[in-house]
């Protein structure tokens, strides 16, 4: 009997949209060396492989090359594959334990939310390679356990970053995070998130950096509820609520495809 593994599209109501991420759902830990291969196989910025453990999952996530510390839509995906297949009902939570800890999935109606620790930023000065990878005039520069965060002055120049991704995969991080308050509508802030170090030059919708971005609108906006929108050529939208130390990131999902690994 092969290994059934799934392809779901998070922070989407549309498939071919948002950030795509593998699930595994496996009877028991996998083999490090075997989830690093076939994340690589699959190609996508993050594959998650989760395992019954105690009262919920573990959980782990690589990249085509390397395993991560946190990762926002993967655990998404993988909170959206668990009810849908019927490994937990709709009213229950998802419990995962993880390498950042204990995280939880509840189902919010159409919504997942997921209850994730801050990661906030602090003031940092700007590495000459991260300003030149990027080719922008920074409002702020800051620096959270995993990320660096790069304030500019529009939307527009959000939009518009073209970075250089050799220099930038230099730039002793996991990613660097590129936002600024949203022009107008919907959103309140915009972002990017680039990962060239880590295997993923863009990443199209990555819960994670929310972790940052929540603290740091919260202080420039003064209030600790948003919905903000990840500027990628997929796109994504994610509701962002901050909450003392954690962060609820809310989001959407679509399965997309499902298949066995023979």
Request: with cysteine; net charge negative.
């Amino acid at each position: 009997m092969g290994q059934e593994i799934f392809q779901v599209d998070a922070f989407t109501t549309e498939a071919f949209a948002g950030n795509p991420a593998g699930v595994c759902v496996m009877a028991e830990p996998g083999d490090e060396g075997w989830m690093q291969s076939v994340a690589a196989e699959m190609n996508l910025s993050e594959t998650a492989f989760l395992h019954r453990r105690g009262d919920g999952f573990g959980l782990r996530w690589f990249t085509p090359e390397v395993e991560v510390d946190l990762c926002g839509h993967a655990t998404l995906a993988s909170a959206h594959v668990l009810w849908e297949t019927g490994e937990l009902t709709c009213d229950e939570k998802a419990v995962f334990h993880t390498r950042s800890g204990v995280l939880t999935a509840s189902r919010k109606g159409e919504w997942i939310e997921l209850d994730f620790p801050a990661t906030p930023a602090e003031a940092v000065e700007a590495p000459a390679e991260l300003v030149d990878a990027l080719g922008v005039e920074p409002v702020y520069v800051g620096k959270s356990i995993f990320d660096y965060l790069v304030e500019v002055g529009t939307e527009d120049e959000v939009r518009g970053v073209a970075p250089d991704f050799g220099l930038l995969a230099e730039v002793p991080c996991r990613g660097v995070i590129v936002t600024s308050r949203a022009s107008g509508g919907r959103f309140d802030f915009v972002s990017r998130f680039f990962a060239p170090g880590t295997g993923v030059n863009e990443d199209p919708v990555t819960g994670s950096a929310h972790c940052t971005l929540g603290p740091f609108w919260q202080s420039r906006l003064g209030k600790s509820d948003f919905l903000a929108f990840q500027a990628s050529r997929r796109g994504g939208e994610v509701k962002v609520r901050v909450a003392d130390d954690r962060v609820m990131l809310g989001g959407q999902a679509v399965t997309v495809m499902r298949g066995t690994l023979v």
